[in-house]
């Protein structure tokens, strides 16, 4: 089995390092064998036109059809065409990634809640496993 994802004009990618992290983005130009031109685009994303290294962008499975140096009108409505915002949210990368930021954001309180609802959901799973195996 080979590879699906490679470098290519219109691919989405998802940056994973500096101020944009965990921002989707577009590649609209290969610069070189190490970086990239990209955008958001802006207003869906918050991603501004810059160049990027591939080393801190994380390829998706999702293309949108541009051309090479496609305006930011252009790609506005090709992405949005393509639905990218809608499938991406249904993945189960962003939802790890959106699961992870909310635990990131929990409070003390909170913490402890999410503890002692694990411990009574464990201990409920746990009793109906002894009776399972006491009835069998």
């Known amino acids: 089995m080979g590879f699906t994802r490679f470098v290519e004009i219109g691919r989405v990618a998802l940056i994973n390092y500096g101020p944009d992290e965990g ?13 990239a031109l990209i955008d958001g685009p802006e207003e869906l994303t918050g991603v501004k036109r810059q160049m990027i ?3 801190r962008l994380a390829l998706t499975d999702f293309k949108v059809k541009i051309l090479r140096n496609a305006r ?3 790609l506005k409505k090709a992405f949005a065409e393509a639905d990218v915002l809608a499938k991406w949210g249904a993945t189960a990368w962003a939802r790890k990634r959106a699961a992870k930021a909310k635990r990131a954001s929990l409070g003390d309180l909170d913490r402890f809640k999410l503890m002692i609802a694990r411990k009574q959901k464990a201990r409920a799973v746990n009793t109906a496993l002894a009776k399972l195996k006491k009835s069998a």
């Open 23 to 35: 921002k989707l983005c577009t590649i609209i130009d290969v610069v070189d064998h190490n970086k």
């Open 53 to 55: 290294p591939f080393k």
């Open 72 to 74: 930011q009108g252009t």
